[in-house]
């Protein structure tokens, strides 16, 4: 099982930042989980909430702008591909908007980066498929009645192999299916210990934590 930083290692830094990508490759994950929108001068920032802390919509605001409401500087996403190199990447689009500027920047970077597109824009995932020839999933925060419908509805769309659940709505039955249709599961939002060891036994492709030492507690 693949453990992922999720926006980073940030115990002691800000969340999605160089300093907290840092962090988490000098921990030693696997992987880094982060977040693009889309600036008003046409960056794609590493950010995840829709609103800075002065409660300014982020698509209306400069990357400048950006920085000085959140008080830290605010990566884009080719510095963040090019000051790390040898994670894997999974990159979650949060609006439709931010995926033309990414889908240039990734373009770039897909032959000397491992990449893994994501997004509740279930129809941006369409879009990176057709457009890319990169590995894609589906963010779930809602338990479908049949996973087996969600798969069928992506079918013609052979990059799209993994879904990304919540942790309060996966189950065994949920992770059983998706794996059945040879697609990966993978988990946010674990928090506790024994909600690591829930993700572990179900045997993910990879977990997505704020608190990957707890996925590592059990090593020998």
Known sequence: MLVLAHRGYHADVPENTLEAFDAAVKLGVDGIETD?????????????DRVTPRKRAVADLTRREIEDDMGHPVA?????????????????????????AASRVLA????RRR?????FRHD???RCADELAVDCGLLVAHRP????VMIAGCAGHSRIKGVV????????????????AGWANYVYGAVTAAEHRRCIALELAGLI????????ADRA
């Open 124 to 126: 941006v995932v369409l």
């Open 76 to 100: 884009a996403l080719p510095e963040i591909l090019d000051a790390f190199p040898d994670v894997l990447w999974n990159i979650e689009i949060k609006n439709p908007e931010a995926w033309p």
């Open 145 to 148: 009645l049949d996973a087996g």
């Open 36 to 48: 693009v929108r889309l600036s008003r001068d046409g960056v794609p920032v590493i950010i995840h």
């Open 115 to 119: 990449l893994f597109v994501t997004s």
């Open 108 to 111: 770039q970077f897909l032959s």
């Open 165 to 180: 659940w919540d942790y309060n709505i996966v189950d065994l039955d949920a992770s059983t299916a998706v794996s059945a």
């Open 209 to 216: 934590t704020d608190y990957p030492l707890l996925a590592w």
